[in-house]
């Protein structure tokens, strides 16, 4: 590339001996370079072919186009912010100000925010209030983030758990199949102060499933807190064929006040190690930790280090632990974990050897298309009183292989070159590979009616899963304006995935050839 920046900074100095002083000192900026590519066009309508530039200008352009078409033809991989957070409020109304608690200031701004809470008033008068209109927490969240451009996708709610799902208004199109549900564990599963709430999804085809619970209370009460994270597990259902159950989700977030304490250590030696943050002394007592290494279920789940506070038990409107006659032990109580689904999992409850191979098969899709995560951040927050829990926050990176195929509406991204004259009748057509004429598109987009996010170098477009081929093919994207009457941008060719949808529906082959027909017309 350094060979590319030096011949293109010698035919610049062809025509004006000089170069700007920002495309010499950024040489390896996206917009650098598309300056200095609408450059060499004008340069190249009176270049001699005779300057000896000439040849060796071919070349390295003939080495550049290798090199794009190698990373074209690379699986394109999209990478979304989720922010998370989990508290226990105590019943305490939200307090003015939460710009730390969303890390609303960071310049990397989420794609999602998920927030579960526990413990949020649930008085008769409040609840039948909330039941009708928002409730303080929601309404608070939700006045903040919807100026930001996220919109509250789900919600639910159970006594005092909520759970809360936001997104950024770009990423709603692709966001579909949400479900939420709850389980009640309180005077043996009759009473919501305990229990779970859910919200599943497909983010971009993958599923995705947000567990928030409250557990037993107390030390002596490890087994029954795993016991009934067990319970909801196994009796949390959804209207899904892909994943009718938490397990069966690519992506599991369990988080919420699970209780779990830390045993067997003295008071004293808890606060020493708090105070001098020398906190992996206390991780062989934590009750999870020692509770994974015997619980199957539990070893599926990952958690990033505790290298923050114990966030229980507080004294309210301060820093310091519980000072009362009680003076209960620090304990992390307040944890987020996640599960990806098992590459060699299948299902222990079917007897079919028809659904044992149709989950096989489901991972090895998974497999080709993989979903990755990875944590950025796990701590406490220590500025917010109100409870005598802290909140714990957790971001994470979620890595996945974008697809096209007729199971999932898709998002056209395209970088204009040089200006142009758009237009609202300006289109974006899918063609096969080899298509004859402009007439011969499979579907069209109309470019302005279905933008959904624009800035200065990338703008996006919505392309409705209804348009896409079933059959799937080898297929390019042309941008036709309408103004300068043709095709003015066209992509590499990519792979449309035949529809796993339609197979399963027991679709042949000539079946979906005469869909594809219909959707054509």
Known sequence: ?????????????????????????????????????????????????????????????????????????????????????????????????????????????????????????????????????????????????????????????????????????????????????????????????????????????????????????????????????????????????????????????????????????????????????????LWSKDQLIMMKKKEQMLQDFEEGPLDFQPTYKFDLNSDTYDSSGKKRKPAWTDRILWRLRPKDQTSDKQDDNSEVVKKVKELEEDEEYPLRIRQDLYTSNMEFSISDHKPVIGIFTLEAEGEWSADIDAMVLYSPLQPFPSSTWDWIGLYKVGFNSLTDYITYTWVKDDEVAFNEEVIQVYVSKEEIPVQGGECVLCYYSSTLRGIIGISEPFKVHESKVAIEEGLLHDQINRLDQLVAS
């Open 1 to 281: 590339m350094d060979e590319i920046n030096q011949l293109l900074g010698n035919v610049e100095r062809v025509r004006s001996e000089s170069l700007c002083s920002d495309a010499t000192q950024s040489t390896g900026s996206k917009q650098v370079l598309l300056h200095r590519l609408n450059q060499l066009l004008t340069c190249v309508d009176d270049f001699d072919a005779k300057h000896e530039l000439h040849e060796k200008m071919v070349k390295t352009l003939d080495n550049a186009f290798l090199f794009c078409g190698k990373r074209a033809n690379t699986p394109r991989k999209d990478r979304f912010r989720l922010h998370m957070v989990t508290w226990n409020v105590a019943t305490a109304d939200p307090p003015d100000d939460v710009t730390l608690l969303l890390h609303l200031n960071s310049p990397k701004r989420p794609d999602l925010y998920v927030i579960g809470l526990q413990e949020v008033y649930s008085g008769p008068l409040r609840f039948v209030s909330d039941a009708v209109f928002n409730d303080p927490w929601s309404h608070l969240f939700m006045s903040i983030l919807a100026p930001r451009n996220y919109v509250k996708v789900s919600s639910i709610r159970m006594q005092g758990l909520l759970l809360l799902f936001f997104s950024k208004l770009q990423h709603v199109p692709f966001i579909s199949d949400i479900q939420a549900t709850y389980t009640r564990t309180g005077i043996f599963g009759y009473w919501g102060n305990k229990g779970g709430v859910s919200i599943r999804l497909s983010f971009y085809g993958h599923m995705l499933c947000f567990l928030n619970c409250h557990l037993a209370a107390h030390m002596k009460y490890a087994s029954e807190r795993v016991d009934e994270f067990e319970y909801i597990m196994d009796t949390q259902t959804f209207a899904c064929k892909k994943a009718p159950r938490i397990a069966d989700h690519n992506l599991v977030f369990w988080f919420g006040d699970l209780n779990f304490r830390i045993q067997d250590h003295g008071m004293h030696f808890v606060r020493t190690c708090i105070n001098n943050q020398t906190y992996n002394l």
